[in-house]
């Protein structure tokens, strides 16, 4: 379709848009959705989230690798209690320092550009881990592949946001999850069973692979509508919503309904402006969530998954319960995000914080009340102690963290996990979205690198059942703030939300 077909389209469109009753509206929003094409868009959002499964896959590095190391015969290589904390935690501070970035990156060269770019970095530190001969080059490895992290994690799930329509966008949303499982899972897989000398620096090569897949199949896919509109770029949009959506759909309607939008927020945000509760208000809630999800303690589970099940000695090997957790993660994440455009998104967060408390609050009370003796723990060694533990322990009531994690980690994956990325893109304003989603990105792993390096002190000063009451806490604190704080945002357009929190009228999200 040529630009001059297009126009009288676009124009009668507009005009009609605004002069709709409120049920026509919803009607032809209704046919609208039924009428789409979205074999591309899915194409779109797949080739994104390689990105996030390259995140996965790092972020869970240091679970089958740091046991290696500790028994590594160089002594350039080797860890101790002292540098294993920071193999694992350093990577998250590489992520808070990509998140920074994010906020130049996502309006200087956009959404789609920024991922392409996290490329650079994670393939370079994924090179150091493979060819490392130091320490230093395993821990700036874990910091460039940190960086590419932080940078997807505050690009992709808003180019996903923009470029979704609402009848998918919960769904589409919780992808970016379900990629970063699936990468932990080939991690754990791989992990398992490479048992050659140098089997952590294969590792490092196999992550190589989604990042040149990702790079590859982004060169063919659209910039975000919104974005390019922001940057005066019109046909390009309406091409973009065009490609995205199917010719032979009316999607010159929701084109001009993103225009008018976007030309509400032409400008800049300011520093004056931020105390306009339609930019700070949405800010706030996005960087709380994300500073209560990291303190819920996902990210040093995750990190030191085999070494706690190590400590606990449940029944089954660490590394088979690694692999049994990721399964159990991926299936409720599907769960998520089949059922978060019909449940709602305030609904799987009260049940996904409430699974939290009970597991977190069992693991904690088990530790502490069961005796040693019974949880098959050695006294007196750290959580990355080499001293052998019984390598298959008989003892069923060893069942217990390893349930007790299984379902923190599906109560995770059901709610906080997929949802909280969500709504940041959801709710932040069109103007403040690129700086706001990399500020919130920076909050969340500085916290997360807070928490890392100060796990392992923490169990050795105080035991292990400590850091899992703290996170119980946590969970609790999270109820509350759902049920206070986040708004239901099902089935509600980008500039229906926006108009929300500019207005504070709830029928906007009825």
């Excluded at 790092?58 to 904390?85: G, K, M």
């Excluded at 990156?105 to 991922?115: E, M, P, T």
């Excluded at 299984?406 to 893109?425: E, H, R, V």
Aim: net charge positive.
């Amino acid at each position: 379709m040529e630009r001059g077909d297009r126009e009288p389209l676009v124009r009668k469109t507009s005009s009609s848009y605004h002069t709709f009753p409120e049920s026509t509206a919803r009607r032809l929003d209704s046919e609208y959705l039924r009428s789409l094409h979205n074999k591309r868009l899915y194409l779109a959002v797949f080739a994104a989230v390689l990105g996030n499964f390259s995140f996965g896959f790092a972020l869970v590095y240091p679970s089958p690798v740091i046991p290696a190391l500790e028994a590594h015969p160089n002594p350039a290589l080797r860890l101790d209690q002292h540098t294993a904390p920071w193999f694992g935690s350093v990577f998250t501070l590489g992520a808070a320092a990509g998140g920074l970035s994010t906020m130049l990156l996502n309006d200087c060269l956009g959404r789609k550009l920024s991922i392409m770019f996290s490329a650079l970095p994670s393939a370079l530190g994924y090179a150091l881990l493979a060819g490392a001969q130091g320490l230093w080059m395993l821990l700036l490895g874990r910091v460039l592949t940190g960086y590419a992290g932080g940078v997807t994690s505050a690009s992709i799930p808003v180019y996903i946001s923009e470029i979704s329509h609402p009848g998918v966008r919960g769904m589409l949303g919780a992808c970016p999850q379900i990629m970063a499982v699936l990468g932990s899972l080939v991690l754990y897989a791989l992990g398992k069973y490479l048992r050659l000398v140098l089997d952590w620096r294969w590792l490092a090569v196999a992550g190589e692979v989604p990042v040149l897949a990702m790079v590859l199949l982004l060169c063919f896919m659209p910039n975000s509508p919104r974005f390019l509109l922001s940057q005066g770029k019109e046909d390009e949009a309406l091409g973009s919503l065009c490609w995205l959506r199917g010719e032979d759909t009316d999607y010159a309607r929701e084109y001009e309904q993103i225009k008018d939008s976007v030309r509400k927020q032409s400008r800049r945000v300011s520093c004056a402006e931020l105390k306009d509760p339609f930019l700070y208000k949405p800010i706030l809630i996005a960087g709380a969530m994300r500073f209560l999800q990291q303190l819920s303690g996902v990210t040093c589970i995750l990190v030191y998954l085999q070494p706690i099940f190590k400590k606990t000695s449940v029944i089954l090997k660490p590394e088979y319960d690694a692999a049994l957790v990721g399964l159990v993660r991926l299936s409720s994440v599907a769960i998520a995000a089949v059922s978060m455009d019909k449940a709602g998104r305030k609904i799987l967060l009260f049940v996904s914080a409430g699974v939290m408390l009970v597991s977190n609050l069992t693991m904690g009370l088990y530790i502490h009340c069961v005796p040693a003796s019974h949880n098959g723990t050695v006294a007196n060694t750290t959580l990355m102690s080499s001293t052998n533990l019984p390598a298959e322990p008989t003892n069923y009531i060893t069942l217990i963290p390893l349930l007790a994690t299984m379902f923190f980690i599906m109560g995770y994956a059901m709610g906080w996990g997929p949802i909280t990325w969500l709504l940041m893109s959801e709710i932040l304003p069109l103007k403040a979205r690129g700086v706001a989603s990399g500020l919130c990105v920076v909050v969340s792993w500085l916290t997360a690198f807070t928490l890392t390096q100060f796990f392992l002190p923490a169990v050795n000063a105080f035991g292990l059942e400590v850091p899992f009451l703290f996170f119980a806490v946590i969970s609790a604190g999270n109820i509350l703030f759902t049920g206070c704080c986040v708004p239901e945002t099902k089935g509600r357009s980008l500039e229906q939300i926006e108009a929300f929190f500019r207005t504070g009228r709830r029928s906007f999200l009825r």
